[in-house]
């Protein structure tokens, strides 16, 4: 039996990270009959007010071809919604979510800021904002909340054949818009697939996604406070969104030891927990970040009974918060599943506690009956 999933202290369950990334080939296997990857399930749950028994539905797929301007990459996304819709869909949740004072600063210093902001993400940004007659100041914001409200429960974990298990779900105060902006996005390079990941219309960042064949990444966020007086000093100090990085990352790392590595040394605007699974045994990790490095790295010990790691959005070292347990249920459910069942089958069963009362009613976003933003016949 685990306690707080496998975390016996911050010490004995963490470890230094090392100078240099060890350069090692990942290679994937099959994790059963159906012959799917080891790397076998990176999930975003969602569905505000869904019943335990309600399946999620996919959202729209579409591809994003990184060898096209970043000003032109996500127009063909774009046409297939209505603009109306994600004008006053991106007007609302900057207006709910955005301090006057915050919102009245970058529009008076957009300009210069669009000079700190790295490529290509912020050329993405203009793109978009100016297909859909958006003002820049805005569309950044808009990047910036989901920086900010990311309130999440992420699992990795290792079955009895050394298959990688990745779930997470992602909830947001907002998920009434979101559930209909949510699509699953293929990065392509040279006409192939070189990452996957889980976003939302507007929003150039990733914190669900999948390098084929090399590792898995999810971000939850870590509370520390002052987010937003934090972030806008570090916007002009060159460090990365937490999103930003999961993307750069996917794209650039070659396998998981590199992915852990540029995860855990970027310099970022804000406290993150990166959490990582890999495609051999033992590749699954927890990282805990402050905005200059690593705070903590705490990684699956299946040989010591650590199979698994649960990480919400507090440190896994302090006791859960009074009125948001949502670590507890999820290690009893794992407990009680084993290692020698768990599954796809069994990790999206046990995700779906976050539907019922026994958790945190959380306010989640995929799941739809419709999607009122796609235009007719998507």
């Given at each position: 039996m685990?306690?707080?999933g ?16 060890a ?31 309600a ?90 909340v ?75 966020e ?16 060159r ?9 750069t ?12 590595y ?117």
């Amino acid at each position: 039996m685990l306690d707080r999933g496998g975390a016996r202290s911050r010490h004995a369950g963490s470890r230094r990270f090392p100078q240099e990334p060890a350069v090692a080939a990942g290679v994937m296997r099959s994790a059963g009959p159906s012959a799917r990857p080891a790397l076998a399930l990176l999930l975003l749950l969602a569905g505000a007010g869904a019943s335990a028994a309600a399946s999620p539905q996919a959202p729209p797929l579409f591809n994003v071809s990184l060898d096209m301007a970043p000003e032109l990459r996500w127009l063909p996304v774009l046409q297939h919604f209505d603009p109306d819709f994600l004008r006053a869909a991106m007007a609302h949740i900057v207006g709910d979510n955005v301090p006057k004072w915050v919102l009245e600063l970058i529009r008076k210093t957009v300009r210069m800021l669009e000079l700190f902001l790295p490529k290509p993400f912020i050329g993405e940004i203009r793109g978009m904002c100016d297909a859909l007659n958006f003002q820049l100041a805005d569309c950044i914001l808009l990047n910036l909340v989901y920086e900010s409200t990311a309130f999440c429960t992420s699992i990795v974990a290792q079955d009895s054949r050394g298959h990688i298990y990745h779930g997470r779900n992602l909830d947001y105060a907002f998920g009434n818009l979101l559930r209909n902006l949510t699509m699953d996005v293929q990065f392509l390079k040279n006409g192939q697939v070189a990452f996957t990941g889980t976003t939302f219309v507007g929003y150039v960042g990733l914190w669900t996604g999948q390098s084929p064949h090399k590792f898995t990444v999810s971000g939850n966020e870590r509370d520390k406070g002052w987010w937003w007086e934090n972030v806008i000093a570090a916007l002009f100090q060159r460090h990365s969104l937490i999103s930003w990085l999961i993307r750069t990352t996917l794209s650039e790392s070659e396998n998981f030891e590199a992915a852990v590595y540029k995860l855990a040394k970027t310099p970022l605007i804000a406290d993150v927990y990166y959490i990582v699974g890999g495609t051999t045994p033992k590749e699954g990790v927890v990282i805990t970040r402050n905005r200059g490095g690593p705070a903590d790295i705490w990684p699956l010990d299946p040989l010591n009974g650590a199979w698994f790691l649960v990480e919400t959005n507090y440190d896994h070292w302090k006791p859960v918060p009074k009125g948001d347990d949502r670590r507890t249920p999820a290690i009893k459910a794992l407990n009680a599943t084993g290692q020698a069942n768990l599954s796809l089958e069994a990790l999206f069963q046990l995700h779906n506690l976050y539907y019922g009362n026994e958790c945190c009613q959380p306010r989640e976003v995929h799941d739809q009956d419709q999607k009122p933003g796609l235009k007719a016949g998507e």
